[in-house]
């Protein structure tokens, strides 16, 4: 399984920005999709998460309202659209995959996720 992750770049405060993960390999569908970030100094943190089968979500509070979590299971695509960007948003962005969890579930931690693509960086200017 591999996970490609693009759409990070330079934006200012209040801006918009989405990410894309394209999955290949394995049963996308059934994966469950978070995404992560680390900025510079600081350990990786939780952003958000979508379920496979109905679609449920949680984002972490900081993001709450601005980011959104979708997926298109036809084109193995997992997203994250970022508005209102803040320069505390400033970070390497990571998409992950983990299989094995009930549909509707979730999980909030990074090692609940046993596939992780290779980040995009997103910087946000005020």
């Known amino acids: 399984v591999q996970l490609q992750a693009s759409g990070g770049g330079l934006a200012q405060a209040g801006d918009s920005l989405r990410l894309s993960c394209v999955v290949s390999?394995?049963?996308?569908?059934?994966?469950?999709m978070g995404w992560f970030r680390q900025a510079p100094g600081k350990e990786r943190e939780f952003v958000t998460t979508?379920?496979?089968?109905?679609?449920?979500?949680f984002y972490v509070d900081s993001v709450k309202g601005r980011f959104t979590i979708s997926r298109d299971d036809a084109k193995n695509t997992v997203y994250l659209q970022m508005n209102n960007l803040k320069p505390e948003d400033t970070a390497v962005y990571y998409c992950a995959a983990a299989v094995g969890i009930r549909a509707g579930a979730f999980s909030r931690t990074s090692r609940g996720y046993e596939y992780w693509g290779q980040g995009t960086l997103v910087t946000v200017s005020s």
């Open positions: 390999g394995g049963t996308f569908s059934r994966y469950v």
């Open positions: 979508i379920a496979w089968s109905g679609g449920n979500t």
